[in-house]
């Protein structure tokens, strides 16, 4: 008989997310971004009540919040905003002015924290995968001090030894200000750059995940910490957060679903929406 | 008073063959959908456009798929968790549309610089990263208080702007209704200002988030936007986008453009 | 919740020796002047202060009357239609302030280049004026498009500022009530930003000028910029200023300061 | 017996000013400057009904009026704005987009309408007089199409054969875009810029005012027109609306007024206000 899971991998990882949350700092989120959403959520609902949010839909800096949703997410941002401001303002002077903690989800990363999101194979004329474009990443990446980073589906297609492009920042020795990425997490663990020149580091792997499975799915060699620790799992009271109150329609899982998957969760929970608002 | 309300056919012949054309909104919010879908089903729609949008998303994925557009400025295109724009995807690693590559800052300083009438505003942004290799027109500028290199975003120019709006009056001044993305500069920048309006009133009261002085037509389109969001009016109808996408994905965007007529 | 409410006597103390000082509104309208007051009341106020304020009025002129300033930066330094600012006019043709010439746009430029956190902001301003043979600082700096030869507006920095509010709540988000004039940028380059507000409530709903992520300290001063108006609370009082004219015009600024105790 | 005056030279200087104003243009005006208020809103209610303010006081870009007032013109510029914007955004954004008509009343101004609003006498550290500062003079003047003067008190201290200072940009060689002054309005006559290398020229001469008395008060000869044109007085209409719509109080002679009797004129504009409110 297979015993149920007392999680799944999506809420490990909003938990890891919200670990790396202070009490206190303005955090920034992108567009499509339903894990760290909820993660950050969970850390103003547990350690972190002064946290400000700046969305990226609605541009607004945020104290409240309001449970996540897919056809309703506008409207929560724009309602939580206590000041709104135009993309041309929050481009040119405030993402500048707060350098918040951002979560970026790379298309590839490299083994200094270095990434893409543009495109992946063949060259940028003719590309295999044209990915959706550097958003804001290219922007605050070259001076951000808090720079974090998270991979749904951990596989060598993202890990890899050599990037096809470079929209996102790193540990690199001509960098003028700020910082590379401080953190990763992925399906498969926790990482931080601590080695030399910045090289990404395991700093501890998930529950059931084994270090050879690890490095299978990784297109580099990973520096490896001495004894093996591994992820705190999440608290009943986290789960409980994330799934009755902070999540209830499961939003942050359509980013470790995919393809058919993906679609009917997004059925799911579009009709849940609809079913509320109607 | 300059009257400024026109009817849809009146305003579709701005857009011409060769022009920059600036889509207002962002991803699946506000997009100006019906009117790129009535720009589309001309009979001679016009060709080679530049699209121009701080994100794309839905409405001008339609424009790449119905072939009106060989050059796309924006630094996001996709449709959020809906997943990547389909027909952009497809046409991306072809010859058929070229990218100008972009990102927040290069868009929201180019318009800005635009706006002011400069040539360009310098960032921090880009520096160290590969953008400059496919913007080989992108220049730097030295801070000469502190020599540091900075990025100097050209401004940016847009022949026909199309932005949908909440509300809009008989002078043209509009308010957006929330999620204000960059449309106000984009509205300024452009030499052409077309709104589509969910509503059109006499006269609104201030605040508006678009003065009537910057807009040239104003063109009543309930549900203007549909499928994507007008707040607070309608969010956006995702049923209807996993639909383009599923359709897109068995090849049948023409049958899905057709539909709509 | 960062409960940001403090009495006058904990917040005069930020103002130090030597610090740029900027005030918030602007000429005759939402000036700090409650505050000015105070400070220029304390047993030993603090001196040298830069003065920094987009355009400098009533509370400017007591400041610089009662000797706490030695360097002004402004683009306008008057009492609108009631004249020339008497105690300013005054010490300008003498040495005891220094004045930093500045313009609108050197002003606004500057402060939103300390906001983007860059060294400075390109312009059309001040080309071909006589303003750089008196700010040997402003550089200037080549678009690299044209080749045109722009102004290149330093950024500025300013110690503390003192706005006064319409609304403020206890986490610091701010209401100005209209006539924003720079204060929103003026709060958030401030490495301290002190606000005294007409009335504090428990919690301001959106949308808010000011978001207390940037505000250090709200103060309850009602009637707070009396003389000077605070829209829509209360008119300037141009009795009040009038007497201030005339008594300085007598060299009463002493008296005049001494009476408001 | 003397004839009682059909008008006052600030209705003059505001229907000469309304003259300058064509329909459907954007203008601007400054701090403290109703003869220009009075102007702009003469031609409103004439011949140009689209015009569209930008104040100084309240950022706004209006389309609606009321009438002037001293303590009521904030509440005024406010109230009738369509929308407002921060003093940054009008200045680095606003102002060199809509590159609005604009009247500006010069401390000096020169035979090439080059002009002077930081100090007169001495020098720059130790002035004479210190004036009140440039404003965005030095800003708009440099690149404004459509820049104006006015001088209500015309006099040699005024126009000067050389400025103590340059804050705004007349007609000089090196002048990169824009256009010196087109238009210069003052109490005793009417100009243009139209001689040699955009040197002042008379146009018309305030009826009243001899040649002799005019040159007099001018600190450099003067180009004049032959044979020499009157200025057209103000019709019965632009005085009604002047006297009893637009500025019923009479808030334009201020700038005509000096000393003891500008205070006189204040506190009665003062007292009728505060009637009014109260």
């Known amino acids: 008989m297979k015993k149920e899971p007392a999680y799944t991998i999506d809420e490990l990882i909003c938990t890891c997310i919200s670990h790396?949350?202070?009490?206190?700092?303005v955090v920034a989120?992108?567009?499509?971004?339903p894990l760290v959403a909820a993660g950050y959520l969970l850390a103003k609902l547990t350690h972190a009540p002064n946290l400000t949010f700046i969305s990226a839909i609605g541009q607004s800096l945020c104290t409240n919040w309001a449970p996540l949703g897919v056809a309703t997410i506008e409207r929560l941002w724009i309602e939580q905003g206590i000041v709104t401001y135009d993309f041309v303002t929050a481009a040119c002077d405030l993402l500048p002015h707060f350098g918040p903690k951002e979560f970026f989800r790379p298309g590839q990363v490299d083994?200094?924290?270095?990434?893409?999101?543009v495109f992946m194979g063949g060259t940028y004329q003719h590309p295999r995968l044209r990915l959706p474009g550097s958003g804001g990443i290219a922007d605050v990446t070259p001076y951000e001090e808090r720079v974090c980073l998270y991979v749904p589906r951990h596989g060598r297609h993202t890990f890899v030894e050599s990037l096809d492009f470079r929209s996102g920042l790193g540990h690199i020795p001509t960098r003028q200000r700020g910082s590379g990425p401080r953190y990763l997490v992925s399906d498969l663990g926790q990482f931080d750059f601590g080695g030399e020149n910045g090289r990404m580091r395991l700093t501890t792997l998930h529950p059931g995940v084994t270090l050879s499975r690890l490095q299978a799915k990784t297109g580099f060699p990973l520096l490896l910490p001495d004894p093996l620790p591994y992820t705190e799992p999440p608290t009943a009271q986290e789960l409980h957060l994330l799934r009755d109150t902070i999540d209830p329609l499961g939003v942050r899982q359509l980013e470790t679903l995919r393809g058919a998957a993906r679609r009917e969760k997004l059925r799911q929970i579009l009709a849940a929406e609809a079913g509320k608002t109607g | 008073m300059i009257e400024k309300v026109r009817p849809l056919t009146a305003v579709l012949p701005h857009i011409q063959n060769g022009h920059t054309l600036g889509l207002g909104g962002m991803t699946l919010y506000r997009r100006p959908a019906a009117f790129v879908r009535a720009l589309i089903q001309q009979k001679h729609p016009p060709q080679n456009l530049t699209l121009l949008t701080f994100t794309a998303g839905f409405a001008s994925d339609l424009l790449i798929g119905a072939g009106?557009?060989?050059?796309?400025?924006?630094?996001?295109?996709?449709?959020?968790?809906?997943?990547?724009?389909?027909?952009?995807t497809q046409k991306a690693s072809t010859d058929e549309i070229t990218i100008i590559e972009e990102s927040e800052a290069s868009i929201a300083n180019g318009l800005r610089a635009s706006m002011a009438g400069i040539g360009f505003l310098p960032s921090r942004a880009w520096q160290g990263t590969d953008l400059f290799s496919v913007r080989p027109d992108v220049q730097t500028v030295i801070d000469p208080y502190s020599g540091e290199r900075l990025t100097a975003f050209p401004a940016i120019s847009c022949d026909v702007a199309v932005i949908h709006v909440l509300q809009a009056d008989r002078l043209g001044n509009c308010r957006l209704g929330g999620n204000p993305t960059v449309d106000e500069a984009l509205a300024m920048v452009a030499d052409t200002t077309l709104i589509t309006a969910e509503e059109i009133v006499e006269r609104l009261d201030a605040p508006v988030d678009i003065p009537g002085q910057v807009v040239t037509a104003v063109t009543h389109l309930p549900n203007g936007a549909w499928p994507t969001s007008c707040?607070?009016?309608?969010?956006?109808?995702?049923?209807?986008?996993?639909?383009?996408?599923?359709?897109?994905?068995?090849?049948?965007?023409?049958?899905?453009?057709?539909?709509?007529t």
């Open chain 1, 20 to 25: 790396q949350i202070e009490d206190g700092e």
């Open chain 1, 29 to 33: 989120q992108g567009i499509a971004t």
């Open chain 1, 111 to 117: 083994p200094f924290g270095n990434f893409n999101n």
């Open chain 2, 68 to 88: 009106l557009v060989s050059t796309v400025r924006t630094c996001y295109f996709g449709l959020e968790s809906f997943g990547l724009a389909p027909m952009f």
């Open chain 2, 231 to 260: 707040y607070p009016r309608y969010p956006l109808d995702g049923e209807e986008i996993l639909r383009y996408v599923e359709m897109c994905g068995n090849g049948r965007f023409d049958e899905y453009v057709k539909r709509e």
